[in-house]
């Protein structure tokens, strides 16, 4: 706990000053009292909740670091406000890869305790 301290203090002294909310107003709603009082304020809101954002054409790999393993996912982009390909790769699929490797030599009922000590979620390897 006390490092964990450390660590979010070294954030909050890392953190620089300024607005935490971006000003542009394609991609960030409006605020609540302005939606009570501005039909324009109400439109913009819907539009971007209904419609998105327009994402530029590109496509982008990015991963981070998550309990388990590497959580990544792969975008891409054709303009619209829809992805075009998103694709998850879940820390299992990994985990799940090498146990061809992990049970050879083993017995069919080793697979078990084998997939037991990985901690693979099915649900997130299938993908």
Known sequence: MRQ???IILQCLNKMPEGEIKVDDAK???PKRAEMKTSMESLIHHFK???EGYQV???ATYTAIEAPKGEFGVY???DGSSR???CKIKAP???HLA???RMSKGHMLADVVAIIGTQDIVFGEVDR
């Open 75 to 77: 975008l891409v982009s």
């Open 83 to 85: 992805p075009y390909r």
């Open 98 to 100: 090498g146990l061809d």
């Open 27 to 29: 991609i960030s709603p």
């Open 4 to 6: 964990s301290l450390r």
């Open 56 to 58: 530029p054409p590109g």
């Open 48 to 50: 971007l909740y209904t």
């Open 92 to 94: 299992g699929f990994a």
